[in-house]
Nanobody, 118 residues
Framework: QARLVQSGGGSVQAGGSLRLSCSAS??????????KSWYRQQPGKDREFVSE???????TYADSVRGRFTISHDNIKNILYLQMNNLMPEDTGMYYC??????????WGQGTQVTVSS
């Protein structure tokens, strides 16, 4: 069973909004032990960083999404979110969540497709 389960995504028109979710399925994945990130992979391109929230709550964003996307984490439910507003066609791609405790290999979600039409 996958340790991270993603939901959300879909197809919207430019200017629309979507919210992605990434749920840790195992109680052993303590939220305070993991930095959490979102990545995306656009057609024909390498996977790229989108946003991160660290264990102390510090957030960072790629320049291309800053001001439009918001990362957050529900510490009680251990669910990671990515609120995406004012979406643009260039945001189209497969989005992946990542939990990294820096011990062993990081955990990736299964990916969810976001398609933005002009």
């Amino acid at each position: 069973q996958a340790r991270l389960v993603q939901s959300g995504g879909g197809s919207v028109q430019a200017g629309g909004s979507l919210r992605l979710s990434c749920s840790a399925s195992e109680e052993s994945m303590k939220s305070y032990e993991y930095d959490k990130s979102w990545y995306r992979q656009q057609p024909g391109k390498d996977r790229e960083f989108v946003s991160e929230i660290t264990t102390d709550g510090t957030t960072t964003y790629a320049d291309s999404v800053r001001g439009r996307f918001t990362i957050s984490h529900d510490n009680i439910k251990n669910i990671l979110y990515l609120q995406m507003n004012n979406l643009m066609p260039e945001d189209t791609g497969m989005y992946y969540c990542l939990y990294d405790s820096y011990v062993g290999s990081p955990d990736w979600g299964q990916g969810t497709q976001v398609t933005v039409s002009s």
